[in-house]
């Protein structure tokens, strides 16, 4: 018995936007068919990359390349940010434009709603899709039926009703289950970005020809994940620390011991980051400031066509060549205040009175984290993470003292999401 639908007769004749499960170098390609150049505009004729042993004469044009559309669609949000285990909610909008007397009729299919989330690096040289969602149309929009004139063919293609259409819709981004799963989104230098579109596609099928195009269009949004508050911003198991201990320049024989930590992994864009900070003094200086600097590291994985050959087992397709950028992006310095009250005054300068030799102090203090941050993990050519640098000082010219702690940064969005209804 044959698995026959009409969906995979019109995949097997049609084509797709977007293939389940496609290798890198054809996600790749089929993410530059549909998004244009930089400035978002299609080559003239463009198609969509083949399915199998389609031929030149069978391959699916994109109707939006086309001279004059038959079928023009556009997608309308009611916003452009959107979390996991919400609503994408807005407007359809399908123009099926009046045929002269020297073209054929055209049949369109139900339409397709997608959320497809990718990242680039080499100004979009090189591109990986990582999440991706669907719904057909007439599942999100209960007026699809009023495209059509008749019953579907065996196909699925309807006779539509030429004019312009406006279908509301509501697509629900669900928490498993997808393709991937969101990251939120950052742009963290010229060249590297993390995107998101939502997307309407519709299949049409000209009558007396029997040729086929797909005509899309989509915005940028945002997309990102659902996690629960509680296990994100409840206390690690062990407080996550780091130490050093050396000799000063002029401090003599004894060190001074440095201890810093943070009571969990995962931090939120905008706060306030609070650090305990524990100093033994044994030299023979005073320490005098506190430095805490967060360091972003971005790391680019870009593909090796020498190595990533496809269906090869002489080669790692995953080989690829690695650059890491480093940028400081926020810092924050606690100065020594004074350290005994001046006679005649009710306060002293400062809060902090540094750590004089053979003491030892203990305190906390704070860094704004920024509120443009986000911890990104690997999926294929991007990875961005975050790490705290905490460093005393007794001077200008003695030695630095430092540690450094990994930390984790989310976006508030992801544990308190704005309401959203179908």
Not at 287 to 300: G, H, Q
Request: proline share 7%; with cysteine.
């Amino acid at each position: 018995m044959h698995d026959w639908s009409p969906e995979k007769a019109s995949l097997s004749r049609h084509g797709t936007l977007l293939t389940a499960n496609a290798t890198p170098s054809r996600n790749a390609a089929e993410l530059k068919s549909i998004l244009g150049n930089s400035n978002a505009r299609l080559k003239p004729g463009a198609s969509i990359i083949p399915v199998g042993a389609l031929s030149s004469a069978e391959s699916t044009s994109l109707e939006q390349a086309k001279p004059r559309a038959r079928v023009e669609v556009d997608v309308i949000p009611e916003t452009n940010i959107f979390v996991q285990g919400g609503y994408i909610n807005g407007t359809i909008k399908i123009r099926i434009r009046p045929r002269s007397r020297t073209e054929s009729e055209v049949l369109i299919s139900d339409g397709k709603i997608r959320v497809v989330g990718f990242e680039c690096i080499q100004n979009e040289k090189e591109r990986h899709t990582f999440y991706q969602q669907s719904v057909s149309l007439a599942d999100a929009s209960p007026s699809a039926e009023l495209l059509f004139d008749a019953p579907p063919d065996n196909e699925g293609f309807y006779a539509a009703k030429e004019g312009v259409h406006v279908l509301p819709f509501s697509m629900y981004l669900v928490l498993e289950g997808g393709e991937g799963t969101p990251k939120g989104t950052i742009s963290p230098h010229s060249g590297i970005a993390i995107r998101y579109i939502v997307m309407i596609s519709v299949k049409v099928r000209e009558v007396e020809t029997d040729r086929r195009s797909i005509a899309h269009f989509y915005r940028d949004c945002e997309v990102w994940p659902r996690l629960n508050p509680s296990a994100m911003l409840s206390p690690a198991a062990q407080p996550i620390r780091g130490s050093a201990a050396k000799s000063l320049l002029m401090g003599g024989s004894g060190k001074v011991g440095l201890t810093a930590s943070l009571h969990r992994m995962y931090w939120v864009a905008g706060q306030q980051g609070c650090v305990k900070v524990r100093i033994i003094n044994k030299s023979k200086k005073t320490i005098k400031n506190l430095t805490l600097t967060l360091l972003r590291s971005t790391v680019a994985y870009k593909p090796n066509p020498h190595l990533d050959v496809e269906g090869s087992d002489e080669h790692d397709a995953d080989a690829c060549q690695t650059s890491t950028v480093q940028k400081q992006v926020a810092e924050c310095v606690l100065e020594m205040g004074q350290r005994d009250h001046t006679r005649g005054h009710a306060t002293a300068k400062g809060w902090w009175a540094g750590v004089r030799p053979e003491e030892t102090s203990e305190f906390c203090h704070f860094l704004s984290i920024p509120s443009d941050a986000i911890t990104i993990p690997r999926a294929r050519l991007l990875e961005i993470a975050y790490n705290l640098r905490v460093t005393i000082s007794a001077g200008p010219i003695a030695s630095n003292i430092h540690v450094v702690l990994p930390i984790r940064i989310i976006n508030f969005l992801s544990i308190d999401p704005p309401p959203s209804f179908p």
